[in-house]
């Protein structure tokens, strides 16, 4: 079963269940994603799904972040709530060494050699740590393991 068709039974089972804070956060995401299909004529991939995913998650933990330094606990729970579910649409993280070998092998790969060649690494791991790793600590990482 592709990423999608999980998704849209998820949905399912959530209206069936009566579960509407599950299914808000549900229909927020696959508007998102059938905005992207319309705009650029396209049918997602399972990638782009977790790419759009991941960009939803990373907006609810802005908000949380803002919300609790308001001091709006009702809405952070909200926002919490919203995280949880849509963190079950991303796959496994990745662990440090895993990162840490991934970014070895790119640079091997690529032949870079030193700060310059950051652009052309970001691009050659994006692809495949997307969804799996945060991509700001990767970049960090990978500033490090350059300048030595």
Same mark, same amino acid.
């Given at each position: &079963?592709?990423?999608?068709?999980?998704?849209?039974?998820?949905?399912?089972?959530? &209206?069936?269940?009566?579960?509407?804070?599950?299914?808000?956060?549900?229909?927020?995401?696959?508007?998102?994603?059938?905005?992207?299909?319309?705009?650029?004529?396209?049918?997602?991939?399972?990638? *782009?799904?977790?790419?759009?995913?991941?960009?939803?998650?990373?907006?609810?933990?802005?908000?949380?972040?803002?919300?609790? #330094? /308001?001091?709006?606990?009702?809405? #952070?729970?909200?926002?919490?709530?919203?995280?949880?579910?849509?963190?079950?649409?991303?796959?496994?993280?990745?662990?440090?060494?895993?990162?840490?070998? /991934?970014?070895?092998?790119?640079?091997?790969?690529?032949?870079?050699? !030193?700060?310059?060649? &950051? !652009?052309?690494?970001?691009?050659?791991?994006?692809?495949?740590?997307?969804?799996?790793?945060?991509? !700001? *600590?990767?970049? /960090?990482?990978?500033?490090? #393991?350059?300048?030595?």
């Amino acid at each position: &079963m592709s990423l999608k068709e999980r998704i849209a039974e998820d949905m399912k089972a959530a &209206m069936r269940a009566k579960e509407t804070a599950k299914l808000g956060a549900i229909r927020l995401l696959m508007a998102a994603m059938k905005q992207r299909e319309v705009d650029e004529r396209i049918t997602l991939d399972d990638a *782009a799904i977790i790419a759009i995913t991941d960009k939803q998650l990373k907006q609810r933990r802005d908000s949380l972040s803002q919300y609790e #330094a /308001a001091g709006r606990a009702d809405l #952070a729970d909200v926002e919490r709530y919203e995280i949880e579910v849509l963190s079950a649409y991303m796959p496994a993280g990745l662990s440090e060494a895993e990162i840490d070998a /991934a970014i070895q092998a790119s640079i091997t790969e690529t032949g870079a050699t !030193g700060p310059a060649d &950051m !652009g052309k690494l970001m691009a050659a791991l994006k692809p495949k740590l997307a969804g799996r790793a945060d991509m !700001g *600590a990767v970049s /960090a990482k990978l500033k490090i #393991a350059l300048a030595k």
